[in-house]
């Protein structure tokens, strides 16, 4: 029996979820003077943001070249160790489920060959007691590469731990609490600690642990940022459908844009790094089933519990990515569909910024469905002054938090039905009577309305141009990024031909975007909690 919320703040995302749909054939019915200024106002702050978003991507792209020509032409990147001021030990947690062996083992395996592994790199493999043989999996990862870290340290996350929910962010939390522990155990000093959290297909290169002690190294207040990389997905592009690919284009394009914040409120997506001292300071991760988006809602959590002093700190060195993959056309649509319906299961972030920028308590659900009071984790006390104007960082935060998860909810219902709807009914082609009376009818009796509604479809005709810009740059740097730092020949990546993907964007838009996200959003209705399912990730042995 499925039961109603008692958090008036998850109605938000249902009601403006069900509003943007229902508004459509009765807002120009009802409504049809407030419908127009209210599409128009949507319609403008959309085209403003997805042209910022196309600029940011712009800058993101080139301080990604930039970093990746450095690396390549000049010897300072090269050589770390002659400018390390800190001597950083990176505790790597690979958190997984059900995931090939092989593919871990070539994710670590590329994590190796890293010059200072053995002195400076920590393996936390995180394992769930839950997956069947997870101990024969874990030992013989363990012994393959017993001699390669300085470190190889596996953890086993039980699945009946009180108020937690099965997922990435709980296995995260354990893994680092044991984990770092047990460095600091064997006397490793606290400071030195950088936790970087990496999906079990996460290729990272040697210049992301390079860049992150750079910046590092060079920032006033380094132990308060969580470190963010784009993601990139280049590893099996080419063997899934056309649809698939073009949804990770335009999600990987949309973290590089969230990048280039000036402001430093941003949100990495997959793989990052925070210090040990931070994730401590905050309580780790959240366990619940509402922190199922780990990674923006580790760095809310941050910025909050800190008062405004933590902060994202984009690197530019990208991390290559496996996109999901099944045997099968269709298995392959659907699995990616699965994924992203947990991917928009973020949308309980909404909940969690609107009361954690009103300074109210934050709660989480345990497996249940209870609704617990605050968990230890959210209890740290942070008895320090907020920053300087915090007040005005929380209403980004909110702006960005909406902007990410209901963007995906509107967009697709407004953007395709909205104004053709309101054309049908507000100017019906000849052969139709009216459906408004013509003293009603704003963009017959009013010219201010008509100019409004003209202006209205205007903008609805450029809508889609930033994104076509942010594809052209896109190509531009899949291929510069394929040759110049993953060593791929002109053959092995994309060309001209490849443009054609982009004739699946609007069924990737429906099928991938707005559908999982209205289905996300609706749910936040009742205290329902999904199974967590893993993306399938069909992997063969030194394929890529």
């Known amino acids: 029996m499925l039961k109603f919320t008692n958090d008036p703040f998850e109605y938000v995302a249902p009601t403006i979820c069900i509003t943007s749909i229902i508004l459509i054939p009765l807002g120009p019915l009802l409504i049809p003077r407030l419908w127009i200024l209210l599409l128009s106002s949507y319609f403008f702050i959309f085209l403003s943001t997805q042209l910022n978003r196309l600029l940011k991507f712009w800058m993101t792209a080139n301080n990604i070249k930039k970093t990746i020509s450095q690396n390549n032409t000049t010897a300072e990147l090269k050589d770390i160790e002659s400018i390390l001021v800190y001597d950083l030990v990176h505790a790597i947690v690979v958190p997984n489920y059900a995931e090939p062996e092989a593919l871990i083992r070539d994710t670590i395996q590329r994590i190796a060959v890293h010059k200072r592994a053995r002195t400076n790199y920590v393996i936390i493999l995180a394992m769930e007691t839950s997956e069947l043989y997870h101990g024969n999996k874990s030992d013989s990862l363990r012994e393959y590469f017993k001699d390669n870290f300085l470190q190889f340290i596996v ?196 909940s969690y910024t609107l009361r954690s920028a009103l300074d109210l308590p934050t709660f989480c659900i345990d497996a249940n469905n209870l609704l617990l009071s605050p968990s230890s984790s959210m209890m740290v006390e942070d008895v320090q002054e907020p920053t300087k104007y915090f007040w005005v960082q929380k209403l980004l935060i909110i702006f960005k938090v909406f902007e990410a998860h209901f963007i995906p909810v509107t967009s697709g219902w407004l953007m395709f039905l909205a104004v053709p709807v309101m054309q049908f009914i507000l100017q019906p082609p000849a052969g139709f009577e009216g459906w408004v009376a013509t003293n009603q009818n704003p963009i017959q009796v009013s010219e201010f309305y008509l100019r409004i509604f003209n202006v209205l479809k205007w903008i609805t005709f450029v809508l889609p141009f930033p994104l076509f810009g942010t594809l052209s740059i896109y190509e531009s740097l899949h291929r510069f990024i394929d040759m110049e730092f993953l060593n791929k020949t002109k053959e092995e990546t994309r060309n001209w031909v490849n443009y054609l993907d982009y004739l699946h964007t609007p069924i990737a838009a429906w099928v991938f975007m707005t559908i999982p996200s209205d289905i996300a959003s609706l749910k936040r209705i009742f205290k329902t909690r999904d199974q967590y399912i893993v993306a399938e990730k069909v992997f063969h042995e030194g394929r890529d």
């Open 155 to 350: 953890t086993n996350h039980p699945s009946d731990l009180p108020g937690e929910a099965r997922g990435k962010g709980s296995n995260i939390s354990y893994a680092a609490r044991k984990g770092c522990a047990k460095l600091i155990e064997c006397g490793i000093d606290k400071q030195r600690i950088m936790i970087t959290i990496a999906d079990s297909d996460s290729h990272i290169s040697e210049l992301y642990i390079k860049e992150i002690e750079k910046v590092f190294n060079r920032n006033d207040d380094p132990y308060f940022k969580v470190y963010a990389p784009p993601i990139f997905f280049s590893r099996n592009c080419f063997k899934v459908p056309a649809s698939v690919r073009v949804t990770d284009i335009v999600w990987s394009s949309m973290i590089m844009s969230n990048l280039s914040s000036s402001s430093g409120i941003g949100f990495p997506c997959s793989t990052y790094t925070v210090s040990y001292l931070l994730a401590d300071r905050v309580g780790y991760w959240d366990t619940d089933a509402d922190a199922v988006g780990e990674d923006m809602h580790m760095t809310l959590k941050c910025i909050f519990k800190t008062k405004g002093r933590a902060r994202m700190v984009p690197i530019f060195v990208p991390i290559n990515l496996m996109n999901v993959e099944t045997e099968g056309y269709i298995d392959n649509l659907w699995a990616r569909f699965v994924q992203a319906k947990r991917h928009y299961n973020g949308v309980a972030d909404v």
